[in-house]
């Protein structure tokens, strides 16, 4: 839980940098294969949108009881938070193919996990990737008064029971995001003038996102409706879909930033930082459960965060083969590299810091 990492000459950073690329590099062009996705990528969308659309078609078409109705609501669920970790994320990053407009249609597919692309690349490729774990900058660590994730952030009482009721505020991040989210933020940046690439219209911006969201209601909420199921029906299946991919996606996103071995640097008087991009990374960045094979087809190379924050224009796909490369070279020049074996010492980890944060005296 440090808030400083140790300073590095300009030597060693430039060690890291030179030899580690190199060898990435190396292995892409020995094994003659592209740094973005491949079939098994392409397939794994397949299946991914499979699970996230097609329980969606049989409520829509079957006469089914409320709990039948339910269950495949959490699997839809399910479903869509594999599209937003394996299609939606790499999309974005423009890794999931070599051809651009593949990556913008991919990416798209935000709009029907009821996000939005340019709040989502300012929020994540930008603030996210730029200033991850930096106080008051990466927003992944704002969560308002009720979550305290750092010692910079304000305590209040309740905050000695966050490792509890934490667990059930998790749930509601992509609800938020359907419904208050994307016009606070899409506001915000705007304000700001934060882009990821070129520059776009407020209106065209503006105008884009009241439309996906009039399109979003109406194909999850209102024809459900009008086909004859209950109002009330559709709304708590909607609720407990979103339910079950937030808590998902909420996990995955924790247990990569927030634990207790990562740092949470904080910018000198003249709001610099100590080191450089890249070794920032390896200090306030953890993988978790690295060679478990479902953990990695799932998440989408998620829990190899290092890998992903240091190259991520490079496709998930690739990050268990790169991820031995980063892990020997961070070794070589004396650098870090947080890795929790399994999912379960990483979500203690997670746990572990809430708790810590929740009573001042052990922080």
């Not at 094979?293 to 190899?304: A, D, R, S």
Request: hydrophobic residues 45%.
């Amino acid at each position: 839980m440090n808030t400083t990492i140790p300073n590095f000459s300009k030597q060693d950073t430039a060690k890291f940098f030179r030899t580690l690329n190199s060898r990435v590099n190396a292995y892409f062009k020995d094994n003659n294969i592209s740094k973005t996705g491949n079939w098994k990528l392409h397939l794994k969308a397949v299946i991914m949108f499979a699970i996230f659309l097609t329980p969606y078609f049989l409520i829509l078409t079957l006469d089914m009881p409320l709990w039948a109705m339910l269950l495949l609501s959490v699997v839809m669920g399910v479903g869509m938070a594999g599209v937003g970790m394996n299609v939606m994320h790499d999309g974005n990053h423009g890794s999931y193919s070599s051809k651009s407009w593949i990556n913008k249609f991919m990416g798209s597919t935000i709009y029907v996990l009821a996000g939005n692309v340019y709040n989502w690349q300012v929020q994540h490729n930008v603030l996210h990737h730029t200033y991850t774990n930096i106080h008051g900058h990466d927003e992944d660590l704002d969560a308002g008064r009720i979550m305290r994730f750092t010692t910079e952030a304000k305590w209040h009482r309740f905050h000695k029971f966050q490792h509890y009721y934490s667990v059930f505020l998790y749930g509601l991040l992509t609800f938020n995001w359907a419904i208050t989210t994307d016009f606070k933020q899409m506001r915000a940046y705007l304000k700001r003038r934060l882009f990821y690439g070129k520059e776009k219209s407020p209106k065209i911006l503006w105008t884009t996102l009241i439309i996906t969201k009039i399109l979003y209601v109406s194909i999850w909420i209102l024809l459900p409706i009008l086909i004859g199921i209950d109002w009330w029906q559709v709304l708590l299946g909607f609720f407990l879909m979103h339910y079950t991919a937030g808590l998902i996606l909420s996990i995955v996103f924790q247990l990569a930033h927030v634990v207790d071995q990562t740092s949470y640097p904080t910018p000198n008087e003249n709001g610099e930082m100590e080191n450089t991009w890249a070794i920032h990374q390896l200090y306030t960045t953890a993988n978790f459960a690295p060679k478990n094979p479902i953990v990695n087809w799932f998440t989408g190379g998620l829990n190899h965060q290092i890998e992903h924050h240091i190259f991520p224009n490079i496709s998930h796909i690739h990050y268990g083969k790169i991820g031995e490369i980063v892990k020997q070279t961070a070794k070589e020049c004396n650098l870090p590299y947080y890795e929790f074996k399994t999912t379960r010492s990483a979500i203690y980890a997670h746990f572990r810091h809430l708790k810590a944060l929740g009573n001042p005296s052990l922080v």
